[in-house]
T-cell receptor, first 110, second 116 residues
Framework: ELKVEQNPLFLSMQEGKNYTIYCNYSTTSDRLYWYRQDPGKSLESLFVLLSNGAVKQEGRLMASLDTKARLSTLHITAAVHDLSATYFCAVALGDDKIIFGKGTRLHILP | GAGVSQSPRYKVTKRGQDVALRCDPISGHVSLYWYRQALGQGPEFLTYFNYEAQQDKSGLPNDRFSAERPEGSISTLTIQRTEQRDSAMYRC??????????????FGNGTRLTVT
């Protein structure tokens, strides 16, 4: 059974700092997704990573995928308060069953 | 364009009652997923459909839960004889492809179910 583990689960950081969120998964997959969720809101897609070595960047966020290590990272550069949210990674198993991690609750202090 | 629409937005029901939660996916989207999300947790997979065919229902907690998508569009998640532990946010998501590659899932705003 596919397990998706994120760490850390909670992160409080200062504005302007850099940090990385990690997503490990337990079985082979070639599709990984990152989502953002603001409190009381739905999930918003950030990145779709489809191959080993894939790297995608949007603003201060950069995501990468290492399918051999079964690891994805979400790197935050020079954090700003607006990036405070919960970030989820999700991994596709088999045809289309998509399993989510528990999420990383990110709080950026001004 | 219109996103994924779920109704009702909130549902309060008494223990033992049946509830039906509705999901109207984005027009043309062929895949439809149901998730359950407890407060402070990640979405928990329940089931998914490609067109009208239920592909995987391994995440449904027990036989009180069922889902259908008879015409390959609107889907209904039904919970029979509700229990307090069923209280959660139920989220629906859709995708334009049967194999979710470049397209991520598009989520609705969810139905908040409270069983008293």
């Amino acid at each position: 059974e596919l397990k998706v583990e994120q760490n850390p689960l909670f992160l409080s950081m200062q504005e302007g700092k850099n940090y990385t969120i990690y997503c490990n998964y337990s079985t082979t997959s070639d599709r990984l997704y990152w989502y953002r969720q603001d409190p009381g809101k739905s999930l918003e897609s950030l990145f779709v990573l489809l191959s080993n070595g894939a790297v995608k960047q949007e603003g201060r966020l950069m995501a990468s995928l290492d399918t051999k290590a079964r690891l994805s990272t979400l790197h935050i550069t020079a954090a700003v308060h607006d990036l405070s949210a919960t970030y989820f990674c999700a991994v596709a198993l088999g045809d289309d069953k998509i399993i989510f991690g528990k999420g990383t609750r990110l709080h950026i202090l001004p | 364009g219109a996103g994924v629409s779920q109704s009702p937005r909130y549902k309060v029901t008494k223990r033992g009652q049946d509830v039906a939660l509705r999901c109207d996916p984005i027009s043309g989207h062929v895949s439809l997923y149901w998730y359950r999300q407890a407060l402070g947790q990640g979405p928990e997979f329940l089931t998914y459909f490609n067109y009208e065919a239920q592909q995987d229902k391994s995440g449904l907690p027990n036989d009180r839960f069922s889902a259908e998508r008879p015409e390959g569009s609107i889907s209904t998640l039904t919970i029979q004889r509700t229990e307090q532990r069923d209280s959660a946010m139920y989220r629906c998501a859709s995708s334009p492809h049967t194999r979710v590659y470049n397209s991520p899932l598009h989520f609705g705003n969810g139905t908040r179910l409270t069983v008293t």
